[in-house]
């Protein structure tokens, strides 16, 4: 069986470096806000090259805690509205919605499957107060009159950063190129913790303080609560763990670059549309590998019985899910169609030639 992904085998990599670092924080006796918190921040910050990494407890709180820190300083207020792909993952919605704001949900770009930028402005009105930009499947999403559009309608731009740590737009990375950032340490995310685990980045001294309290009781000070908070914190030895793997991950991106180099090079089948490389490599961290047929599930299932595991990111569009009722009657052609035609090959730090060959092989007699 070709896993779509071996998190144990990923982990296996650094195993005696990350085996050290738990013995260590399991030792030390201090397991919330101390010295391995502090220092991964700190290298992140350095990495990402912001001004402020706030670890928190995973990717959604990151996403939700720059929106709650927003209205806390007063910029954002119930109803506003934030527009956002609509063919993203439903945590970047949630965070919109769990704050009472307003998602204003935008076609993908059919080439890049990232927000359509020649539809953004169209879809600004006099209460849009936020761009929420992802980089879906890893790919750097941005423009250069996305500056100019924020700045002209007093926007603030957010970026969802899960799937794309590492990736670099015009010298900057993604998580730095707007006003703040969530990341996400989810296991199987290019960063990936033995849990839980996120972080907001941003330039804004303000908002990080904001952040920085709300994640923790409201409380800048023990005991003494100027917000309403919340628990959000990353833990020490989840922080010793991305502390660790941050080291290796410009070169796992690399091979993730390699891999799907590979496939485009290699898979040729009519039935199936490849996804479109970014004239820059460093545009592209390949989260996942996404192809589109419009036999999407016909060959999820001969890969499957020919012993090779996929996933569909995603199988159902935020707009057509229960939770989400209200906007189910909104008219949104293209996301719905990429929903039904995308399908996520194997691809990872470990997967193997053999693997990629016999993947692709695989693909090629696919009739
Ligand atoms: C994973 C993910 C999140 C949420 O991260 P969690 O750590 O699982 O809460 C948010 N947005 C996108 C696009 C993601 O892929």
């Given at each position: 069986m070709?896993?779509?992904?071996d998190?144990?085998?990923?982990?296996?990599?650094?195993q005696?470096?990350?085996?050290?670092?738990?013995?260590?924080?399991?030792r030390?006796?201090?397991y919330?806000l101390?010295?391995?918190?502090k220092?991964?921040?700190?290298?992140?910050q350095?990495?990402?090259?912001c001004?402020h990494?706030?670890?928190?407890?995973?990717?959604?709180?990151?996403?939700?805690l720059?929106?709650?820190?927003?209205m806390e300083?007063?910029?954002l207020?119930?109803?506003?509205?934030?527009?956002?792909?609509?063919?993203?993952?439903?945590?970047?919605?949630?965070?919109?919605?769990?704050?009472?704001l307003?998602?204003?949900?935008?076609?993908?770009?059919?080439?890049?499957?990232?927000i359509?930028l020649?539809?953004?402005?169209q879809?600004?009105?006099?209460?849009?107060?936020?761009?929420?930009?992802?980089?879906?499947?890893?790919?750097?999403?941005?423009g250069?009159?996305?500056?100019?559009?924020?700045?002209k309608?007093?926007?603030?731009?957010?970026e969802d950063n899960?799937?794309a740590?590492?990736?670099?737009y015009?010298?900057l990375?993604?998580?730095n190129?707007?006003?703040?950032?969530?990341?996400?340490?989810?296991?199987?995310?290019?960063?990936?913790a033995l849990?839980?685990g996120g972080?907001?980045?941003?330039?804004n001294?303000h908002?990080?303080?904001a952040?920085r309290?709300?994640?923790?009781?409201?409380?800048?000070q023990?005991?003494v609560?100027r917000?309403?908070g919340l628990?959000?914190?990353?833990?020490?030895?989840?922080?010793?763990v991305?502390?660790e793997?941050?080291?290796?991950l410009?070169?796992e991106?690399?091979?993730?670059?390699?891999?799907?180099?590979y496939?485009i090079?290699?898979?040729?089948?009519?039935?199936?549309?490849l996804?479109?490389?970014?004239?820059?490599?460093?545009?592209h961290?390949w989260?996942?590998?996404?192809?589109?047929t419009?036999?999407?599930?016909?060959?999820?299932?001969?890969?499957?019985?020919?012993?090779?595991q996929?996933?569909?990111?995603?199988?159902?569009?935020?707009?057509k899910?229960?939770a989400?009722?209200?906007?189910?009657?909104?008219?949104?052609?293209?996301?719905?169609?990429?929903?039904n035609?995308?399908?996520?090959?194997?691809?990872s730090?470990?997967?193997?030639e053999?693997e990629?060959?016999t993947?692709?092989?695989?693909?090629?007699?696919?009739?």
């Open positions: 070709i896993k779509f992904l998190i144990q085998k990923i982990n296996l990599l650094h005696e470096a990350l085996e050290a670092r738990l013995l260590k924080t399991f030390s006796g201090w919330l101390g010295e391995e918190v220092n991964f921040e700190k290298n992140l350095s990495y990402i090259g001004k990494a706030i670890g928190v407890a995973n990717g959604l709180d990151a996403l939700r720059i929106f709650r820190g927003y300083l007063g910029v207020s119930p109803g506003d509205e934030v527009v956002v792909p609509a063919n993203t993952y439903i945590a970047s919605v949630l965070a919109i919605t769990d704050n009472n307003v998602p204003v949900f935008v076609e993908p770009s059919e080439t890049t499957l990232n359509d020649s539809k953004i402005e879809a600004i009105t006099p209460k849009t107060k936020a761009i929420m930009l992802v980089h879906l499947y890893g790919r750097a999403v941005y250069s009159d996305l500056a100019g559009i924020a700045q309608h007093n926007l603030k731009i957010i899960a799937q740590i590492g990736a670099t015009n010298g990375k993604t998580g190129l707007g006003d703040a950032a969530g990341f996400s340490f989810y296991p199987g995310k290019n960063l990936g849990g839980d972080a907001v980045c941003t330039n001294d908002l990080a303080a952040i309290a709300v994640a923790n009781y409201g409380s800048q023990k005991y609560n917000y309403k628990n959000s914190r990353l833990d020490e030895i989840q922080a010793a991305l502390d793997k941050l080291k290796y410009d070169k991106n690399d091979i993730r670059r390699h891999i799907a180099h496939y090079n290699n898979i040729k089948n009519p039935q199936i549309i996804p479109q490389v970014p004239d820059k490599d460093e545009e961290v989260h996942v590998f996404v192809i589109r419009n036999q999407r599930d016909r060959l999820q299932k001969y890969l499957n019985q020919r012993g090779i996929t996933l569909i990111h995603y199988p159902i569009p935020v707009h899910q229960e989400y009722a209200e906007y189910s009657h909104l008219n949104l052609p293209i996301t719905e169609q990429i929903h035609e995308v399908l996520s090959l194997p691809i730090p470990v997967l193997t053999d990629l060959k993947i692709t092989v695989t693909l090629n007699e696919f009739k």
